[in-house]
């Protein structure tokens, strides 16, 4: 499966700034997904990275909050803009290789907005 | 719209014991994936079940898959105490996880 490297692996921001996490995966993988994981509650999917095209955003998610990128098929960034306490959570990203069916989770960040 | 509801939420076990987490989804999915989360971690792959009737096992887990009750179970047998974690199902449309099964085995 692969490998990935999520950095920061937690910040503590102050409110109205923005926060820009990375995740670098040692592989070519397909497809890239971005998650946020309240305090004590499951994960809930925020977009999908598409390689060379804008983010697919699931319901409840918009691109002026969460602006993501992906220039190649190893590396994404996740900007959590303008953020207030409520974006305190810790964030995920993961990856799916092409013709694989096992997802591979980074680390996680943990924000925390004061 | 997919939804995935496990239970039960939370479970409390002795060591030693067997107990099945139960993992239902409203649409039609064909394939089903179990994740464990330790306290402050990321998220551990466990297993990803393929098809209908589909059964894998790893130690004392065994997880199952019926499309048709639209129905996957994680079995636990005599449990013991390395197994405390969260337990997330996830289907595969749009990827949505289940609440999570926070397990607490006893000695």
């Known amino acids: 499966s692969a490998v990935i490297s999520q950095k920061p692996s937690r910040d503590i921001c102050q409110r109205g700034t923005s926060l820009t996490i990375q995740c670098q995966v040692d592989s070519q993988v397909t497809m890239m997904f971005w998650y946020r994981q309240q305090p004590g509650q499951s994960l809930t999917l925020i977009a999908t990275a598409n390689q060379g095209s804008e983010a697919t955003y699931e319901s409840g998610f918009v691109i002026d909050k969460f602006p993501i990128s992906r220039p190649n098929l190893t590396f994404s960034t996740l900007t959590v803009s303008n953020m207030s306490p409520e974006d305190s959570s810790i964030y995920l990203c993961?990856?799916?290789?092409?013709?694989?069916?096992?997802?591979?989770f980074g680390s996680g960040t943990r924000l925390t907005v004061v | 719209e997919l939804k995935v509801e496990q239970n039960p939420l939370f479970l409390s076990m002795q060591e030693g014991k067997n107990y099945t987490i139960y993992c239902n989804y409203s649409?039609?999915?064909?394939?089903l994936y179990w994740y464990r989360q330790d306290p402050g971690k990321s998220l551990e792959s466990l297993f990803v079940?393929?098809?209908?009737?589909a059964v894998k096992q790893e130690g004392r887990l065994m997880a199952s898959l019926d499309t048709k009750a639209r129905l996957s179970t994680l079995h636990i047998t005599a449990a013991v105490h390395d197994l405390s974690a969260t337990y997330f199902c996830?289907?595969?449309?749009?990827?949505?996880f289940g609440q999570g099964t926070r397990l607490t085995i006893n000695p």
């Open positions: 993961s990856v799916v290789r092409e013709g694989g069916y096992g997802y591979t």
């Open positions: 996830k289907g595969a449309q749009k990827l949505v």
């Open positions: 649409t039609t999915s064909d394939r």
């Open positions: 079940l393929l098809s209908n009737g």
